[in-house]
């Protein structure tokens, strides 16, 4: 693998077991995803969640452990078990309920590794709906000295404006989905003119806007632009996990500094490849092998 210009990137946030009737249940949740892809790609992400002492938990951590991943910031809470989301079918569609007081709440602060020096710290919005893990996330934001990237993911009843469009004023970038622009912006004006404002507004580097089968586009401050469609040969096989997929390739151009254009076009690839899969992880090595070969990782 090739040197990085920056540290290893912080990943901050849920992990989780999507739990099916049949009794299944799938390791995930969009921090956990980004990360496990991170790693693939040879970057050594410092993953910082918490646990429970359960066999869910024991499960993370023995993924986390067969994957080479860092565990250094992986927490195990006594108290709380580790998260899930219970998935019931209703006439063959799927009704989700993120349960609530699960471990990746309770991230404690006393607890946090200490900070890299210029790295990208990713975190989501889902994972700061209790205080315990908005306080853990405060804290690792004021000694932190890199990129901060807020990926928004509005799950009803587990957030509020306010406290979401703090988490953009502190970011450095965002991405979000066309709805959650609508729903956090002006709402006034095209795509470009509404990100223009949110990018002004928020003091942001860059945001990044997926538009689903219409692919994405990003801008930056300095007035870069990128568009990005999906493939029209594709064939989709599940499309969990796509937008995980694209964020990690957007994380790995932004510890590379590659260009905007390259890093759209890449984290497109990437999440081309996904949906051809089933599930939000490939474990698998040499999946990830042809595009750290062809990117020169």
Not at 114 to 127: C, K, Q, R
Not at 221 to 248: I, R, W
């Amino acid at each position: 693998m090739k040197g990085y210009r920056h540290s290893a990137p912080v990943i901050f946030g849920e992990v989780l077991f999507d739990c099916f009737p049949d009794g299944n249940s799938v390791l995930g949740g969009a921090p956990f995803n980004v990360a496990w892809h991170l790693q693939a790609f040879g970057l050594s992400p410092l993953m910082i969640t918490s646990i429970g002492e359960d066999e869910l938990g024991k499960k993370v951590s023995s993924a986390m452990q067969d994957w080479q991943m860092n565990t250094t910031g992986l927490q195990l809470d006594p108290e709380h078990p580790t998260g899930s989301v219970d998935i019931e079918f209703d006439d063959g569609e799927p009704r989700y309920t993120i349960v609530e007081h699960r471990a990746y709440d309770y991230i404690d602060s006393a607890l946090l590794p200490a900070p890299a020096e210029n790295s990208v710290l990713y975190h989501g919005s889902l994972a700061l709906r209790n205080k315990n893990s908005r306080e853990a996330l405060l804290k690792l934001k004021q000694h932190h000295s890199g990129t901060i990237f807020l990926d928004v993911n509005l799950r009803d009843p587990w957030w509020q404006k306010e406290y979401v469009l703090k988490l953009a004023d502190d970011a450095d970038w965002v991405k979000l989905n066309e709805d959650e622009l609508l729903q956090l912006g002006s709402g006034v004006g095209d795509i470009k003119s509404q990100a223009d404002e949110f990018i002004d507004i928020h003091r942001l580097k860059g945001l990044v806007i997926t538009l689903g089968e219409k692919g994405a586009v990003a801008l930056t401050d300095d007035g870069q632009y990128a568009e990005v469609l999906p493939s029209q040969t594709l064939e989709v096989v599940d499309t969990v996990g796509a937008g995980d997929a694209f964020t990690s390739v957007l994380i790995l151009g932004l510890s590379n500094d590659w260009p905007l254009d390259q890093t759209m076009q890449r984290a497109q690839e990437f999440a081309s490849l996904m949906v051809g899969q089933q599930g939000a992880t490939v474990h698998d090595q040499a999946f990830y092998q042809e595009k750290v070969t062809e990117w020169s990782l």
